[in-house]
Nanobody, 115 residues
Framework: VQLVESGGGLVQPGGSLRLSCAAS????????MKWHRQAPGKEREWVAR????????NYADSVKGRFTISRDNVENTVYLQMNSLKPEDTAVYYC?????????WGQGTQVTVSS
């Protein structure tokens, strides 16, 4: 099983980034997919979730209206489009596959929002 995040980097406040998470080794379309983040000195927090077929999405209040989660069940990839980024969005972002019995995590990608 692998979850490989990419797309992180340094961006100025107000900018945008698109994170990707490529999945392999399990039946991607059977898992809800989530993004979480962990800022320095803080606990990991949930950011967004998308249902197995992409019909339902949920967001933390802190990112609602700015972030969009999506998925491609052919490419086995989940995305997080992040707009209007703020310094407080700085964190390591992790994707997470959430199944009935199994949960898988990626290694994370760093997002830094700074001028």
């Amino acid at each position: 099983v692998q979850l490989v995040e990419s797309g992180g980097g340094l961006v100025q406040p107000g900018g945008s980034l698109r994170l990707s998470c490529a999945a392999s080794g399990f039946t991607f379309s059977s898992y809800d997919m989530k993004w979480h983040r962990q800022a320095p000195g803080k606990e990991r927090e949930w950011v967004a979730r998308i249902s197995t077929r992409g019909f339902t999405t949920n967001y933390a209040d802190s990112v609602k209206g700015r972030f969009t989660i999506s998925r491609d069940n052919v490419e086995n990839t989940v995305y997080l489009q992040m707009n209007s980024l703020k310094p407080e969005d700085t964190a390591v972002y992790y994707c997470n596959a959430w199944g009935e019995k199994n949960h898988y995590w990626g290694q994370g990608t760093q997002v830094t929002v700074s001028s």
